[in-house]
């Protein structure tokens, strides 16, 4: 359940970030509320952050949060994949080392959690 959580919370990024390009160069706060409710992409991104809010609080009413919520960092991962795919941003080696120490640090807790 929270595995899809972090892909919701990826997917939410995305949409926000492809729809604030409708908000034109420098939307005012009140400009950027009205957005959320009338630009389809900003409403659907977070809809999506909603769906995982849900899904994040019914993961953890039985689960630990000490695990849980590690996981939830995933997201991080998606997002960046995500980002270099559609938005074309760089990949390096200091991102990838950043990548692959949260999958890491995911891992080794994951594995402490069954012992």
């Not at 034109?24 to 389809?40: D, S």
């Not at 409403?43 to 996981?71: H, M, N």
Request: proline share 2%.
């Amino acid at each position: 359940m929270v595995l899809g959580c972090t892909i919701l919370g990826a997917g939410a990024q995305v949409l926000i970030k492809l729809g604030t390009a409708a908000l034109g160069e420098h939307p005012t706060l009140l400009e950027t509320a009205i957005g959320i409710f009338t630009t389809r992409l900003l409403f659907e991104g977070y809809a999506l952050y909603g769906i995982s809010t849900i899904l994040l609080i019914l993961a953890l009413r039985k689960g630990e949060l000490s695990l849980l919520y590690p996981v939830f960092t995933l997201t991080y991962v998606w997002v960046t994949i995500l980002s270099v795919i559609i938005f074309h941003d760089s990949m390096n080696a200091f991102k990838l080392a950043g990548l692959t120490i949260i999958i890491g640090g995911v891992a080794v807790l994951g594995r402490a959690a069954r012992q």
